[in-house]
Structure formats: C-alpha cells, structure tokens
C-alpha cells in the first residue's frame, strides 16, 4: 500500500483531530498532495491541497480557517489539522498524491489514494 491515512476518530462538535498520511513511494515528495473525503450518499470532496514544496495550500471554503494542510517531505507525510469540527465534517477522509507540482480540486488529477479513515463529528 502505497498511502496510509490514520487519525480519523469521533469527536464532539468543537473538537479537533489531526489526520496524517504517509507515501512510501519516497519521488512523491515532489508531488503535490491533497485530502478529499466523502460523506454518505454524496460525492467526494475536495478540502485542502499542498504543492510539492509545502509554500502553496488551497482549501474548500467550507474549512478555511478551520483546517490546515502541512507536509513533512523528509518524512513524506502529509497532515491535516482539524479544528471546529463540525457534524456536518462527518466523512470518509481520503488522502492522495497527484501526478504534478501543484495542487488541484480534480480527484482525476490524483492517481494514488490512500485507504481512507472514518471521521465522525457528533452534536
């Protein structure tokens, strides 16, 4: 298995959680990374992206200045701090490694996925 997710979890609303990934294919830390997750009987969703060296994030609108992407090249691992969580968070988080430098919103830009980690939010 190429990516590992863990640090999904069930928190109460308010709550934080800190979901790391790692890439064993040790090139992709020349790739830029994203989280997606997706919740039940609805697509996935992009929610934060990080370019190849760490200096360029993106997020969804429904998580800025919630969350925060960072990545550890040396490591080849990936986080996404969670804070504020909220009920409507509640999703199957999946990370993935893209094909180039740069962070997009498309999962086809992104041909490696991890197995995804179950974040639960209650109220």
């Known amino acids: 298995v190429q990516l590992q997710a863990c640090g999904g979890g069930l928190v109460q609303e308010g709550g934080s959680l800190r979901l790391s990934c790692r890439d064993s294919k040790r090139t992709s830390s020349n790739n830029a990374r994203a989280w997606f997750r997706q919740a039940p009987g609805k697509e996935r969703e992009f929610v934060a992206g990080?370019?190849?060296?760490?200096?360029?994030?993106s997020y969804a609108d429904s998580v800025k200045g919630r969350f925060t992407i960072s990545r550890d090249r040396l490591k080849n691992t990936m986080y996404l701090q969670m804070n504020s969580l909220k009920p409507e968070d509640t999703a199957v988080y999946y990370c993935a490694t893209a094909r180039g430098i740069w962070a997009t919103v498309q999962s086809r830009d992104y041909p490696y996925w991890g197995q995804g980690t179950q974040v639960t939010v209650s109220s």
């Open positions: 990080i370019g190849w060296s760490g200096g360029s994030t």
